[in-house]
């Protein structure tokens, strides 16, 4: 007597093929929250760097808005470690008041942000002044900004 191979029946066939659809669409959308959160991350980083830059900005324009309601004799002595590279200046430090304020103001609100890395070159004949501000951020990477102005003392 001869058996027939039986017919399995349609839904027999697909038995376990949703599980395997349903794995492979959570591994999907595993995928796309991890990339959601990175770009989280990369957007919470550019945020505090963008909110470190305007931070560093207006400190310069303090500092030169300071300067130009000084005493015009007393422009010599906001210089603040002249010589030297940037981020890496030598020289004497400022004793100026108004410069010792604005460097303990720089380092609170600055991450990392020594006064030694600071520096304020002043040409008291031309009024050329220029600012260079120097930090690093949580990660370590180092930030500069550069502000050169021209300040007319009345």
Not at 49 to 55: C, E, G, K, N, S
Request: proline residues 3%.
């Amino acid at each position: 007597m001869m058996h027939r191979p039986q017919r399995l029946g349609r839904w027999q066939r697909q038995r376990g093929f949703t599980l395997i659809e349903i794995l492979v669409a959570l591994l999907v959308f595993a995928f796309g929250v991890l990339g959601l959160v990175g770009l989280q991350a990369s957007a919470i980083s550019f945020s505090s760097d963008a909110q470190q830059r305007a931070d560093v900005t207006f400190m310069a324009d303090q500092l030169l808005s300071r300067m130009l309601i000084s005493d015009p004799s007393t422009a010599a002595t906001f210089a603040h470690r002249p010589a030297g590279q940037a981020c890496a200046s030598t020289g004497a430090a400022s004793t100026n008041p108004v410069v010792t304020e604005w460097l303990s103001e720089v380092a609170r609100v600055l991450p990392n942000a020594a006064s030694t890395d600071q520096q304020i070159v002043v040409n008291a004949t031309t009024g050329q002044v220029t600012v260079r501000l120097c930090w690093r951020n949580g990660q370590g990477s180092s930030h500069q900004l550069v502000v050169s102005n021209q300040v007319q003392w009345q």
